[in-house]
T-cell receptor, first 112, second 115 residues
Framework: KQEVTQIPAALSVPEGENLVLNCSFT??????LQWFRQDPGKGLTSLLL?????REQTSGRLNASLDKSSGRSTLYIAASQPGDSATYLC???????????FGSGTKLNVKP | GAVVSQHPSWVICKSGTSVKIECRSL??????MFWYRQFPKQSLMLMAT?????????EQGVEKDKFLINHASLTLSTLTVTSAHPEDSSFYIC???????????FGPGTRLTVT
């Protein structure tokens, strides 16, 4: 069974800092990996999806990378803003499973 | 595009009653929908995978007779919590997948409180 781990569990940074969130998974045979943002009491907003053949994806200040061989993905947030404060979740879909395994999330607080 | 809605957004019910939650893909056809539950400060736990026109596939430990899932059309899946108990109180979230697409799109969630 795929295990997904996210480190750190919580992170507090001053506004303007660049930061990295980590996601690791135990089985490298994945179909895709997706990063989400969740605000308190809300559903999930998709940020970036990286398919197995890709190494990274970028959207605005966000960049996600994928290294299947080492079972790792990172989400880089440039020039953080208070509005980035949320919980960030990564989800992995193994090949031929049609299901997703979620990490426990990183709760980010960006201080003004 | 790719919007998923859930109804209701929150519901309070008495112990022993049943509650139905709807998940709709508003602007696309979803061959697969997923149902998750999330306890406070915890991550999402997949309950079941629902494919249009077929029986749902439940995850280990999820009671299929308690959590009834119906995926009657390409835009609608429902989750019915039968004979609800206080321990069923949780945040239930659905997601939908475009036919042939890799990405899943999430609904806003339904907060269920059983008194």
């Amino acid at each position: 069974k795929q295990e997904v781990t996210q480190i750190p569990a919580a992170l507090s940074v001053p506004e303007g800092e660049n930061l990295v969130l980590n996601c690791s998974f135990t089985d490298s045979a994945i179909y895709n990996l997706q990063w989400f943002r969740q605000d308190p009491g809300k559903g999930l907003t998709s940020l970036l999806l990286i398919q197995s053949s890709q190494r990274e994806q970028t959207s605005g200040r966000l960049n996600a990378s994928l290294d299947k061989s080492s079972g790792r993905s990172t989400l880089y947030i440039a020039a953080s803003q208070p509005g980035d404060s949320a919980t960030y979740l990564c989800a992995v879909e193994p090949y031929n499973f049609n299901k997703f395994y979620f990490g426990s999330g990183t709760k980010l607080n960006v201080k003004p | 595009g790719a919007v998923v809605s859930q109804h209701p957004s929150w519901v309070i019910c008495k112990s022993g009653t049943s509650v139905k939650i709807e998940c709709r893909s508003l602007d696309f056809q979803a061959t697969t929908m997923f149902w998750y539950r999330q306890f406070p400060k915890q991550s999402l736990m997949l309950m079941a995978t629902s494919n249009e026109g077929s029986k749902a596939t439940y995850e280990q430990g999820v009671e299929k007779d308690k959590f009834l899932i119906n995926h009657a059309s390409l835009t609608l899946s429902t989750l019915t919590v039968t004979s609800a108990h206080p321990e069923d109180s949780s945040f239930y979230i659905c997601s939908a997948r475009l036919a042939g697409g890799p990405e899943q799109y999430f609904g806003p969630g339904t907060r269920l409180t059983v008194t």
